[in-house]
């Protein structure tokens, strides 16, 4: 097996797109292919990683669309990757063993998704497919109540309270707004979303415990990534960040058959997989990206991935160590909460942050000492299914 | 969808499941009868939810997770004003959803 290197990243901004699906895919993935400076060397195949097209925009077979928009057939191997809100990690992890195996060389791997065709209320059902056919589904389980169920078990059992829910929201925002194409660039304050006189206004019910910025936007955007065997980086310009691990794990999909529901034991064992082939451990982390679809996942995730111990994550976050300044900046991009979460797409936008970050390339929220190792976390369902990267400057 | 309102019983080894697997979590058999959920049980979660998908005339709807004493746990719908974790519940069969104008029945949760 080959070590894999990304040698390109692309992105559109995220939020509203004034252009198509695809042309928000052609321009990330044009973009990705300028940055690695591919000059005449011919794309091998390319991964394409969405969830909803087929519902949302009436779309199907997506990658078969770009390779023709982007001129890349008929050479080009493709496919489309639908893992949930894991797609995107789902179609690095494929891209990566293309690479790894020999089967292909020079490999795109672009996510895209476009929400804006739905309202708040079809792209609420949308993505409660995701939930248990039988056990969930029927009784209108959508995944903020997923999440607000698993809220009111784990503050009750750890001494979370809803302050530490608002201090992840609050560092995201003022993470997202220094970030040119993040979703949502507005700052908020303790006082605007939980003590103020207007809080509840300003930040009503979704699921209780959780309220409106405790959950995450529904957002458009696509990313890219370029992969090429570390064999090949020199043929590129920027610098080149090693694919160091990766691993994947599959929980039961109803929340209620967990032996403890408010373990994430997928995202525990996809971090411990990545790890053990990285061949490094938590401590050796210096920026990392969570799935904050919901706050309280960011706090839970840093614990299951083994930054800090079970229950502990929202003392850590108290203490500012996950902070653009602190000990582990989690989310420095603004993350799903601030950035945006185009649902298909995030896993790829996750790594083009890392690697911006490991580059140095991060400008006003770039992670201070020139972090080398970076991490993220996907997660699909209601951690289901979960893919855990790990990453590294330098080959 | 009658098959939610019941759990599947291993007829090898007597193991409820709920949801049902194919294959029984325990012994791997294949063979099941069906026993219908019901009786007491605990509320182990719950939530108001108002992000709601299509089809929903209401403000919010309040979900729960229970741990009921035949031993498997479930997510129904609560008809209570003031849950409260840990707080004794009963089993029904109701209506809980409609879709495309169809009633959907299910597990609904009230105070014992
Ligand atoms: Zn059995």
């Given at each position: 097996m080959r070590d894999v290197a990304i040698v390109g990243v692309g992105s559109t901004q995220f939020g509203r797109a004034q252009w198509s699906l695809l042309k928000m895919m052609c321009e990330a993935s044009n973009d990705a292919i300028v940055d690695a400076g591919i000059g005449e060397r011919k794309i091998d195949a390319v991964y394409v990683a969405n969830m909803g097209a087929s519902r949302n925009n009436r779309m199907a077979g997506l990658s078969s669309g770009l390779v023709d928009r982007m001129n890349l057939y008929p050479h080009t191997v493709s496919e489309t990757i639908e893992n949930g809100p894991a797609s995107g990690a789902s179609a690095i992890k494929h891209g990566v063993h293309s690479v790894a195996s020999g089967y292909c060389d020079l490999v795109l791997v672009c996510?895209?998704?476009?929400?804006?065709?739905?309202?708040?209320?079809?792209?609420?059902?949308?993505?409660?497919?995701?939930?248990?056919?039988?056990?969930?589904?029927?009784y209108g389980v959508t995944l903020p109540s997923l999440a607000g169920m698993f809220t009111r078990l784990y503050m009750e059992r750890y001494?979370?309270?809803?302050?530490?829910?608002?201090?992840?929201?609050?560092k995201?925002?003022?993470?997202?707004?220094?970030?040119?194409?993040?979703?949502?660039?507005?700052?908020?304050?303790?006082?605007?979303?939980?003590?103020?006189?207007?809080?509840?206004?300003?930040?009503?019910w979704i699921a209780e415990p959780l309220r409106f910025f405790d959950c995450c936007p529904v957002s458009d955007g696509?990313?890219?990534?370029?992969?090429?065997?570390?064999?090949?980086?020199?043929?590129f310009k920027k610098t080149p960040v090693l694919i160091a691990g990766m691993g994947q794990a599959t929980d039961s999909q109803a929340v209620q058959d967990r032996p403890d529901p408010t373990e994430l034991t997928a995202v525990r064992m996809a971090a411990e997989r990545a790890f053990a082939m990285a061949k490094l451990t938590p401590k050796d982390i210096d920026v990392a990206e969570l799935h904050d679809a919901f706050t309280i996942l960011e706090i839970v995730e840093s614990e299951e991935c083994g930054f800090f111990k079970k229950g502990e994550g929202h003392k850590a976050l108290e203490r500012g160590e996950t902070q653009i300044g602190g000990k582990l900046p989690i989310?420095?991009?603004?993350?799903?909460?601030?950035?945006?979460?185009?649902?298909?797409?995030?896993?790829?936008?996750?790594?083009?942050?890392?690697?911006?970050?490991?580059?140095?390339?991060?400008?006003?929220y770039q992670v201070p000492k020139q972090p080398k190792h970076g991490f993220a976390v996907n997660f699909g369902g209601f951690g289901n299914n979960v893919v855990a990267t790990v990453l590294k400057r330098g080959v | 969808m009658a098959m939610n309102v019941e759990v599947a019983k291993c007829t090898k080894c007597g193991k409820l499941s709920y949801p049902t697997h194919f294959y029984c979590p325990s012994c791997h058999g294949t063979k099941f009868e069906p026993v219908p959920?019901?009786?007491?049980g605990r509320l182990l979660t719950w939530t108001r939810v108002y992000a709601l998908p299509l089809d929903y005339a209401q403000l919010y709807v309040t979900l729960g997770i229970v741990e009921l004493d035949?031993?498997?746990?479930?997510?129904?719908?609560?008809?209570?004003?003031?849950?409260?974790?840990?707080?004794?519940?009963?089993t029904h069969i109701g209506k809980v959803r409609e879709i495309n104008g169809k009633?959907?029945?299910?597990?609904?949760?009230?105070a014992v």
């Open positions: 996510g895209g998704e476009r929400m804006q065709e739905v309202n708040n209320f079809e792209a609420t059902e949308f993505v409660s497919y995701l939930s248990h056919r039988y056990a969930e589904y029927p001494g979370v309270e809803a302050r530490h829910l608002a201090m992840v929201a609050i995201n925002h003022l993470n997202g707004a220094k970030n040119k194409k993040a979703h949502l660039r507005i700052p908020i304050t303790m006082e605007g979303i939980l003590t103020g006189p207007d809080a509840l206004n300003n930040n009503p696509s990313s890219a990534v370029l992969l090429a065997p570390a064999e090949m980086v020199k043929e989310n420095p991009s603004g993350g799903l909460k601030s950035r945006g979460h185009p649902v298909g797409n995030t896993g790829v936008s996750q790594i083009v942050e890392l690697v911006l970050q490991l580059r140095g390339e991060a400008g006003d | 959920v019901g009786g007491e035949m031993g498997v746990r479930a997510t129904g719908r609560l008809e209570i004003a003031e849950p409260k974790t840990g707080a004794r519940v009963r009633d959907i029945t299910g597990l609904v949760f009230t």
